[in-house]
C-alpha cells in the first residue's frame, strides 16, 4: 500500500525557514516522479516544486531560488526546503507521488497524496 506523511510544518515569521519532510512508504521515490503542492484558501492546489526520473527537477517560478526539493531515496523520504518565507507562502502543503516518471505539474497527474501539513507565515 502506497502511503505518503508529511511534517513540518508550523508558524514562522516572514524571512524564517521550514523544512517539510514527506516520509514515503510502498513504492520507491527514485521510480516515480514526486512533488510538493500548496493550497491556499480559497485558491487552487499549485504545484511547488517536483522531482522527475527522466527530466530533473522543476520549480514554480514564484518559488525558484527559494526553495530547493530533495529526496533521500535510502530513507524513502522527500524534502523540501523553504527560506526567506513569505506570508504568500500560507498553505497547506501537500507531497505526492505520480506514476508518471516526467516532469508533471498538474494535481490530476498525481496518485498518490500524502494528508498536507499547515505553514503559516505571520509576524
Known amino acids: 500500500e502506497v502511503q505518503l506523511q508529511a511534517s513540518g510544518g508550523g508558524l514562522v515569521q516572514p524571512g524564517g525557514s521550514l523544512r517539510l519532510s514527506c516520509a514515503a512508504s510502498?513504492?520507491?521515490?527514485?521510480?516515480?516522479?514526486v512533488g510538493w503542492f500548496r493550497q491556499a484558501p480559497g485558491k487552487e492546489r499549485e504545484i511547488v516544486a517536483c522531482?522527475?526520473?527522466?527530466?530533473?527537477?522543476y520549480y514554480a517560478d514564484s518559488v525558484k531560488g527559494q526553495f530547493a526539493i530533495s529526496s533521500d531515496n535510502a530513507k524513502s523520504t522527500l524534502y523540501l526546503q523553504m527560506n526567506d518565507l513569505k506570508p504568500e507562502d500560507t498553505a497547506v502543503y501537500y507531497c505526492?507521488?505520480?506514476?508518471?516518471?516526467?516532469?508533471?505539474?498538474?494535481?490530476?497527474?498525481?496518485?498518490?497524496w500524502g494528508q498536507g501539513t499547515q505553514v503559516t507565515v505571520s509576524s
Open positions: 505526492a507521488a505520480s506514476t508518471y516518471t516526467i516532469i508533471v505539474v498538474t494535481p490530476d497527474f498525481y496518485d498518490y
Open positions: 510502498g513504492f520507491s521515490l527514485d521510480t516515480h516522479t
Open positions: 522531482i522527475s526520473v527522466s527530466d530533473g527537477d
